[in-house]
């Protein structure tokens, strides 16, 4: 199953982002926890390169906590300001804390020059993993148009948080080659890329297969899988007969299916899931000869 996908709107989006990047004292960019490396567009790095940053690993509520904590301490390693957060039910004040911090340079500078500074900052990520949320949340209402699907956000917009707080809603940014397909698997597992340019029972045959190894429990109790060493079609005929997806005749209902199961895993109904694990670090005596 080849995955490419980078619609029009998307080459435009990235002009418009480099445009008001200018404009920007912070970078806010969300990942999905549960995907923390494969839900980050490898461009920000090269976009927002002398901003001061921010990660939030959003959607932590439905990650593995103890994953979330090696990646965490993986990305404060290489020097970016990261914590998890939940765009749905986490506490507006501890991201506002974060977005003050990573501000606090230049808004003593300007208190030097005897100016109230106005904060302005970017919220920045792939599609769908909760940008326009955690400017609600951060709002307190619903000023920012919400989805399940990839490409609610259409153009950027400036909302006020405070007098002193203004934060840019960004169109969700792709890359323009998906070169690492399982990257762009998981991508379309969380509803980045639309399901309507996939094989839909392919991609819930490797869903599921991911799940079954990270999580084979919490799989088999959700799906109902009767043998978790199946795999392919007969997993995806295996879940059909345990939900009870079945049309006429016995027929399986792989269009159901396949719903059901995108769905309750991007709900985050499948449990506290993390499919990526963070490296190992090197060995202190590869460290070493890397010096030499």
């Not at 597992?189 to 919490?218: C, F, H, N, Q, W």
């Not at 990526?276 to 670090?281: A, F, I, N, S, T």
Request: glycine share 8%; proline share 5%.
């Amino acid at each position: 199953m080849e995955i490419n996908w980078y619609p029009g709107h998307m080459a435009r989006a990235r002009r418009l982002l480099a445009d008001q990047l200018r404009r920007v004292d912070v970078v806010l960019e969300l990942c999905d926890a549960r995907l923390p490396d494969s839900s980050r567009n490898p461009e920000l790095e090269k976009l927002t390169a002398g901003k001061k940053r921010v990660l939030l690993l959003n959607k932590a509520d439905l990650a593995d906590l103890n994953l979330t904590a090696g990646w965490l301490r993986l990305y404060r390693s290489q020097g970016l300001e990261a914590a998890p957060f939940s765009a749905t039910s986490g506490k507006a004040k501890e991201a506002l804390a974060l977005i003050d911090r990573a501000a606090r340079e230049a808004v003593e500078k300007a208190a030097a020059k005897g100016m109230r500074k106005t904060v302005r900052a970017m919220v920045v990520g792939v599609p769908n993993v909760g940008k326009s949320t955690l400017i609600n949340k951060l709002h307190g209402s619903g000023i920012a148009q919400t989805g399940d699907k990839p490409g609610v956000t259409r153009a950027n917009q400036w909302v006020n948080i405070s007098p002193y707080l203004q934060l840019m809603d960004s169109p969700g940014l792709m890359w323009p080659k998906l070169s690492d397909q399982v990257a762009a698997r998981r991508l379309c597992y969380i509803g980045s890329i639309k399901d309507d340019v996939v094989d839909l029972p392919m991609l819930t045959i490797y869903l599921l297969e991911d799940l079954l190894a990270v999580r084979p429990d919490a799989a088999c109790a959700r799906f109902r899988i009767s043998d978790p060493s199946l795999r392919g079609e007969a997993l995806l005929e295996d879940v059909c007969k345990g939900r009870g997806f079945l049309m006429k005749g016995g027929v399986y209902d792989y269009d159901r299916c396949c719903a059901v199961v995108l769905d309750e895993f991007r709900a985050g109904k499948c449990g506290r899931i993390t499919l990526e694990l963070p490296p190992k670090p090197r060995p202190k005596e590869e460290d070493a000869h890397a010096e030499d």
